[in-house]
DNA sequence: GAAACAAAGGAAAACGATTGCCGACAAGTT
DNA sequence: AACTTGTCGGCAATCGTTTTCCTTTGTTTC
């Protein structure tokens, strides 16, 4: 029952093993000069009392704490957790503790989470959030690196790892003049949303490249499935036929095949359909599983890491750098045989 | 440009206040009896070199870090995130930092993050994860207060904090019954899964209570959309005319949903249905929007952290506490007038 | 048998902050 | 003038570890 009243310090373990706390020490670290019996004798000790270093007390000396932070500056989304997976990950392997901190879009908030960070003596920060958009530095001159994952940093001394959304659009339409298709129509989020307009304006370069021109201007609108089902509305009500329809997201593909099967057109024999994220959810329950851009959000947030490691032992990698998508294809871009 | 070289201490603050370390100390702190013109000297002292005292020197004079370990013991998922945003808002308001640790469904992992909590001397630990079935304690007698949240353990010394699945089940059957419905079916996810089975046998009883049968033996599958459509034609195949579906996820729902409409039955004219989860992906995609139950999974953190919080301060509440689910009705239960 | 040397382990000084205790000085009381 | 009282700050111990320097042994060598 109950909990053992404190944690074992060293001086404990010394005392038990019958040596001085410097010997221990250097019995548990490998250091010094010390007969082979000592150790085991120490290391034995330290296991019956299940002693654990302090690590706070063992950072003061070292300078290091084997920590950092991370601070997502909008609220921790679907977008975010991959990220910060891929970034604990990579800190896991190297034996880096992570700090979560949630900022909820809140400025007041995030400098709170900054300070906290610094009196915590973290080796460096990683900042990531929900949107590509560049953001303000989190600070002009801290005292540790940082590194911008997914969203990136308006300073460009800053470090900022990002996706390349416009090579991704480039590989979506790519994938559909493949398959044969040249009628393409484009249904995408908010114009004021940075992701709907790069992504857009890679994807009418792609097809300029093949002398194609869109079948309608791009469509902007929101990033849901109702806006897709919409979007199919104005496609069918304009003159123009199209054979397939570039989604600026998963739910919006969906919304537009469900429009599509509802108005008697068939992914992918009438309409090619390719979406954008790749969100299991979405390309899954689609009918027939979607095609999409995969961001590998995982392999970015391992990416930033990495970069922030090398950022604290001392290897500092400024500017912007992108991550590759990959695209994902499935059903609803290639016609079943037979 | 470059960073700072290093973090400013008390020394450092000391020395431009022209006073002893000790001296500052207790200006910064409010202690001790000192002259508020020597105060504010040090305070100025300090915010000109942007002073944060170190976190890890100050607990090992207080004994207490002000840290806990967020363990998930599967992979972060979509139950575990509001879990650990409330968690963490609950925290954060108490002025504790959260340090995060996927376990990735491996054992190993788990006791590797456990070890290094305590060799942080985190304050308590949090354990979280994407299944509310019982499982292993993590560690017998660990030195630190644990909760758990979401998850429950097999220990009943332990504290947990689970959803109470079968009064939200027993809710929802409740509601179609108050809709006027009384032939009601249930498609629910695999039989050995916890939730499906305890969310079943709730409905059931609650049905019982009312007098009546379900139209059929419990459908159990899996939590996919595809299950959801596939059930539905069991259902049209089983000569029993059924008026409302209560589904064991928003996915079954949206796939009875798409299914349903599909096979020409209108919801919620000829069929209300109800889901489980509350997730907007799926209530708000579906059409009509989706009348589901909510595990209220962000207020279940914060009160997993408020008991963690007490557990710290010396209260413990070991046990299993049930956090109630609530009811969200949207159009797939409710016929619209005229 | 004495000097030289290596091996093993102890003593103590850091690391950065907090805090109890004590000394110095000024002001007020007989 | 000698005392008490109170105010202000400095000194040093403390927290748990690591690491540098020493001291103590025991062994080797001439």
Redesign the pocket.
Known sequence: MGRPERHA???DVAALAG?????A??A??G?????EE?RTRVREAARQLS?Q??AG??S???GRTYTVGMITTDTIGRFSIPVLMGAEDALGAGEMSVFLCDGRDDPIREQYYVKTLLSRRVDGIIVTGRRTEARMSIGPNLPVPVVYAFISSADPGDCSVVPDEAGGARKAVEHLLAVGRTRIAHVTGPEHHNSARVRAAAALERLAEAELEPVAPPLFGGWSEAWGRQAVGILLAGRAEFDAVFCGSDQIARGVSDALRAAGRRVPQDVALVGFDNWDVMTEGAQPPLTSVDMDLEGLGRSAAEMLLSAINGTASPGRHEHPCRLVVRESTIVPLA
């Open positions: 310090t060293i001086a040596v001085s706390v410097g010997t020490s250097k548990l670290n250091r010094g000069s010390l007969r000592t002693f270093a302090n007390a063992r003061l000396h070292s």
